[in-house]
């Protein structure tokens, strides 16, 4: 297979994870989009052994090491934000045993529909993260010339 | 760090690609490399040394 075949092909993957997901809202089941990220990861993965070309060596595992590993440092302190906000909310919420006079109100048990609202909070942060990763991709990649003129 | 990748593929006839297939590598790597934007691993060094027939020092020089 050809590079850009793999391409084509995981971009086809992609537009039926799309399509599951929207699936998934409409019959309110979790388990379509779920499967369908764990079958296309796991065909991507077996999709890369059947590319004919090198499409990845020490620089490209350079570029991806030093993206991620810059995404990581980044998406940690955002995550641990959001998670301790999460976590606060959670334990004003009566449910926590908590001793008399430590909470300043009384409050109302959380709804289980606002913990989609979260998991919706939880999604833009892992979309962030993607962007925060391109980004440094991109910058990694320019930097050790992937995008350099060929002289020949 | 610079290196004499381009003089050596042109003393053998070969293109960016041509290389690149024969160390296992993108041609983007031979690119970077030639134009110092990437300095290879040791290994890739050897490697495009022993291919040439030289050794690393007639291809690789180190500028401080």
């Not at chain 1, 997901?21 to 991507?44: C, D, K, M, R, T």
């Not at chain 1, 052994?49 to 302190?77: C, G, M, P, S």
């Not at chain 1, 301790?84 to 919420?93: H, S």
């Not at chain 1, 942060?125 to 991109?138: G, H, N």
Request: overall charge negative.
């Amino acid at each position: 297979m050809k590079r850009n075949s793999f391409y084509i092909f995981a971009g086809l993957i992609l537009l039926i994870e799309i399509v599951l997901f929207w699936w998934s809202i409409e019959i309110v089941n979790p388990l379509p989009i779920q499967a369908g990220i764990v079958s296309g990861v796991i065909a991507i993965f077996l999709g890369r052994r059947y590319v004919d070309e090198v499409i990845e060596d020490e620089r490209t595992n350079l570029i991806t090491q030093k993206a991620a590993v810059n995404t990581l440092l980044i998406f940690w302190v955002i995550l641990f934000l959001y998670s301790i906000g999460g976590v606060v909310i959670g334990l004003g919420a009566p449910g926590i045993r908590l001793p008399k006079g430590w909470r300043p109100e009384d409050r109302s048990m959380i709804d289980s529909n606002h913990l989609g609202f979260f998991a919706f909070g939880q999604i833009l942060v892992l979309c962030l993260m993607i962007f925060l990763y391109v980004a440094f991709r991109i910058y990694y990649s320019h930097k050790y010339g992937e995008w350099d003129d060929d002289e020949e | 760090m610079k290196n004499k990748i381009k003089v050596f593929r042109a003393m053998h006839d070969l293109t960016q690609e041509d290389l690149a297939i024969q160390l296992g590598v993108t041609r983007q790597t031979i690119l970077a490399i030639e134009k110092g934007k990437y300095n290879p691993s040791l290994e890739l060094a050897f490697k495009i040394a022993v291919y040439f027939g030289v050794t690393i020092e007639d291809v690789f020089e180190y500028i401080e």
